[in-house]
């Protein structure tokens, strides 16, 4: 089993940054999993459906992001690739949600939301104007 722990949500202003960290646990072979998956993080905001944010594919490291935050959003993962960035730049209110990462063991190249078997528990992002 992998557990999933977010980190690094918060408040800011619009036009400010922050940087979202996702640190995958658990036993070896499960945690080593998560270098040949497809990863990614998602949101979630009040009243909406979740969407995807950005996703990292194992197969080549391509990445993929939602147009609405194209140019301002950057996915990364330390070398060992258990541990999951985004870094957000030029926050707007709307990007205001619950912000979770999670990883798609069984795939290595990025799909819709039902392929992703561990999620974590999410960290709140608020963005005011």
């Known amino acids: 089993q992998v557990q999933l722990l977010e980190s690094g949500g918060g408040s800011a202003q619009a036009g400010g940054s922050l940087r979202l960290s996702c640190a995958a646990s658990?036993?070896?072979?499960?945690?080593?999993?998560?270098?040949?998956?497809?990863v990614g993080w998602f949101r979630q905001a009040p009243g909406k459906e979740r969407e995807e944010v950005a996703t990292?594919?194992?197969?080549?490291?391509?990445?993929s992001y939602a147009d609405s935050v194209k140019g301002r959003f950057t996915i990364s993962q330390d070398n060992a690739k258990t541990t999951l960035y985004l870094q957000m730049n030029d926050l707007k209110p709307e990007d205001t949600a619950v912000y979770y990462c999670?990883?798609?063991?069984?795939?290595?190249?990025?799909?819709?939301?039902?392929?992703?078997?561990?999620w974590g528990q999410g960290t709140q992002v608020t963005v005011s104007s």
């Open positions: 999670a990883a798609a063991t069984r795939w290595v190249r990025c799909g819709p939301q039902s392929q992703y078997n561990y």
């Open positions: 658990g036993d070896t072979i499960s945690v080593s999993s998560i270098s040949t998956s497809c």
């Open positions: 990292i594919s194992a197969r080549g490291g391509d990445t």
